[in-house]
């Protein structure tokens, strides 16, 4: 019989962003108090679980929720590039619609395109590179379960690649919150089930900074 392995994709928890940038790939955004709590909160829940391999994004913030996960199971946190926020040319820009950059003519022509994006890294090669490390990560832990720290964008647009549907989509309905956990199950090299879930709760997708 093919082995059941589980690949757990968590999104990092609450990140400190007081000016409410949109910071992407940006170094030095670390997680806030809440976002601590949350990871430490995901930490408890999965205690119990057969995770044998933990890997995260280069990014601080998704180091820092994984540490405590690693350190329940007594494991080192393992970085895949594959893993990193999706690149946007909005970086370090306050991008609420109606306000900010989006208001600035110099910028409308990275607008054009939503079904690619236009602004940013195309949603099929988000979802190319995070299959690589998904599947890295299920080779990794064979017969138990991997913890992969990624980041909101790059987890929802897997989940659609993996659900057959199209990449484009409204980001007001992303079932992503933070700290959530989207849980592919496995027989050998098959996915057979996605399971989500929030061990901290529900958050807005559409917050700024999040």
């Not at 679980?49 to 820092?64: K, M, N, W």
Request: charged content about 25%; hydrophobic content about 40%.
């Amino acid at each position: 019989m093919s082995a059941t392995t589980i690949v757990h994709l968590l999104r990092h928890g609450e990140v400190h962003n007081p000016d409410k940038i949109l910071y992407g790939r940006l170094p030095g955004f670390k997680l806030s108090d809440r976002g601590q709590r949350q990871a430490l909160t995901v930490a408890e829940a999965v205690a119990t679980h057969d995770i044998t391999h933990v890997v995260a994004s280069p990014l601080q913030r998704a180091q820092e929720t994984a540490a405590p996960i690693a350190a329940a199971h007594r494991l080192d946190v393992e970085t895949d590039e594959r893993l990193i926020e999706a690149d946007n040319q909005f970086e370090g820009e306050r991008v609420a619609v109606g306000d900010g950059a989006l208001r600035q003519p110099k910028h409308w022509p990275k607008l054009v395109n939503p079904f690619r994006p236009s602004w940013g890294e195309p949603y099929v090669e988000i979802a190319h590179r995070m299959l690589g490390a998904i599947h890295r990560a299920r080779r990794a832990a064979e017969g138990h379960e991997a913890l992969c720290v990624s980041h909101q964008l790059p987890i929802w647009t897997v989940r659609r690649f993996l659900e057959a549907k199209r990449l484009w989509h409204d980001p007001r309905n992303r079932q992503c919150s933070l700290a959530s956990l989207t849980s592919l199950v496995f027989e050998g090299e098959e996915l057979v089930r996605i399971v989500y879930s929030e061990p901290a709760g529900t958050t807005d997708p559409k917050v700024t900074g999040a």
